[in-house]
């Protein structure tokens, strides 16, 4: 006999069509029989060692969080209810360019400095990896051998490759360098990455031209990966940097999914039309694109990451020592306040558009959740805690939030940095808020279009064969949710309270969230690309 029959429910299967009753049966972590309401009439109903009542719920397959920074929470907290608990089923990590593999002693370090502000220093961790598949073995063995919380798919962190090819310098690679690079990219797609991510407004990423970045994406593309680009300017520069990107991948023959594609800052306000516009005409010539995009206006990142390139180049040791020289600092200053810093998509910073979401330094806890005064307050928290402060950047619009997301080739991203005391509500409450907020409350997508752009269309640019839809044969990895009350509880005052009307999630066939619990299950492993 089956394992689990789910008893009732209202299946939202992901590929947008209706929403259909039936009984839905797992066995062996798979869905194994669909059986609709009108076919059961007058039929003996299927049976299982377990049945679950569903009647009011909504079972649609588990989400797919396409931009996640989850790299080394997935290895230091089993619970991971900041994901589980919304119903993500998959997290797809080694997002903006940075994280901690393909390396080497050298740029470990260097990226755990580098990147402190999204993940910690990991200092309680034991990185014992190296290759991007020695760190899919370790999310394989997870704890004590038992797994991680949900899946994990990888991308490659272009800056980090450039990191270990050219180290921090601005300046071209050598041909050398550049074989060296496409080689780690390779093997990285051999070990199992799914595509390559770019942190473009990040150091040394940042310090490639389009056509180093597109040798590389040829060699993703020959391993049927995707670029996963945060591209050179969400800013003054956005339509230029998004049009970029395209013609980039289209020379490279490479498929392209935009992170976080926002159009923010007062620039771009009501210039959404003219994104979806750009990608509209590049659709229809056959280019290969989606995107991702998280449901709330203001972003999240570092605060050094405000600062011009020339002020990062070198590395994390030589942003201190340009920081802490008054000269130098004032020359960062007036980039950052007059001219406009690259690493804030040249616009001229507002200090009070920027709040600090967490530190490292317990002397400085009073700063979380406190808008920045000026450039003295922003260097002294620079300076003091390392380069290692978090932000929230209010320079979103609504308008524009709405418009993306109804696009059809659009898919969710919490780009959801777990630390700080004061982490962006988005980490612990992205899919609540596109089924509770904007589908429920404000009407901007259906239900079952809003299901279709969580699972189905994120697990198609993944290449997943059997995960992404309730259908026979597929995975279980499904979510019941009530659509009357699901909703965020994370808000900006309080983010790291857990959603409400999400009371079961199995991933693989195992229930990690039971009754609105979390449950001691570790099911998740991580989704290698399959060619």
């Keep these: 006999m089956e394992e689990l029959v789910i008893r009732d429910a209202d299946v939202v299967d992901g590929s947008g069509a209706p929403a259909y009753r039936a009984d839905v049966v797992i066995d062996g972590g798979r869905i194994v029989s669909i059986v ?14 377990r049945e679950l009542d569903a009647e009011g719920l909504v079972l649609s397959p588990g989400f797919i969080d396409m931009h996640a920074h989850s790299d080394l929470a997935l290895l230091r907290d089993p619970d991971h209810s900041a994901k589980a608990a919304q119903g993500v089923t998959l997290e797809v990590i080694g997002q903006d360019g940075l994280s901690y593999a393909p390396v080497d002693d050298r740029t470990l370090a260097e990226v755990r400095r580098a990147i402190a502000g999204w993940n910690g220093y990991g200092d309680d961790i034991d990185f014992d990896w190296r290759s991007v598949g020695e760190y899919l073995d370790r999310l394989d063995h997870g704890f004590d051998g038992r797994g991680i919380a949900v899946n994990a798919a990888y991308l490659i962190p272009q800056g980090t490759v450039r990191m270990l090819a050219v180290g921090w310098e601005d300046r071209e690679a050598t041909p050398q360098e550049l074989d060296r690079m496409r080689q780690l990219v390779a093997e990285s797609m051999e070990q199992g990455a799914v595509g390559m991510s770019s942190g473009l407004t990040y150091t040394p990423g940042m310090y490639a031209k389009d056509a180093e970045l597109t040798e590389l994406c040829r060699v993703v593309a020959s391993y049927g990966g995707y670029y996963c680009p945060h591209h050179r300017s969400y ?140 450039w003295t307050t922003a260097r002294h928290l620079l300076l003091t805690d390392r380069l290692a402060p978090s932000i929230l950047q209010h320079v979103g619009h609504e308008e ?76 279980a990895d499904v979510v019941l949710f009530n659509p009357q009350t699901v909703a965020a509880g994370s808000t900006f005052e309080n983010p790291r309270i857990l959603p409400q009307g999400i009371p079961h999630v199995l991933i693989n066939g195992r229930f990690v969230i039971e009754d609105g619990h979390r449950t001691p299950e570790l099911p998740g492993r991580s989704i290698r690309s399959t060619r």
């Excluded at 339509?239 to 923010?264: K, P, Q, W």
């Excluded at 920081?323 to 001229?348: F, K, W, Y």
């Excluded at 109804?406 to 596109?434: C, M, N, W």
């Design 400 to 475: 524009n939030v709405r418009q993306i997301m109804r696009h059809r080739v659009h898919t969710g991203g919490s780009d959801g940095i777990l630390q700080g005391a004061k982490p962006h509500p988005r980490a612990y409450g992205t899919f609540p808020e596109y089924l509770g907020r904007y589908t429920r409350e404000l009407g901007v997508l259906s239900l079952e279009e809003c299901v279709a752009h969580l699972t189905s269309r994120p697990a198609a640019r993944l290449r997943l064969p059997d995960r992404g839809l309730i259908k026979e044969g597929y995975k």
């Design 36 to 49: 609709q309401e009108a076919a059961a009439a007058g039929c003996q109903r299927p049976k299982a060692r």
């Design 235 to 374: 800013g003054a520069g956005a339509l230029e940097a998004y049009e970029e990107m395209v013609e980039l991948t289209r020379e490279a023959g490479c498929s392209l999914h935009l992170a976080h594609a926002t159009m923010n800052f007062g620039v771009n306000e009501g210039r959404a039309p003219e994104l979806l516009t750009l990608l509209d005409e590049a659709l229809a010539t056959g280019a290969d694109i989606s995107l991702d995009t998280y449901p709330y206006t203001p972003g999240c990142t570092t605060l050094v990451a405000m600062l011009p390139s020339w002020a990062s180049e070198g590395g994390p040791e030589e942003i201190l020592k340009r920081l802490a020289d008054d000269d130098t600092a004032e020359r960062i200053r007036h980039h950052v306040e007059v001219i406009g810093s690259d690493g804030c998509h040249g616009v001229p910073m507002e200090w009070d558009t920027i709040e600090i979401a967490g530190v490292e330094n317990p002397a400085l806890a009073d700063y979380v959740g406190r808008r920045l005064d000026s």
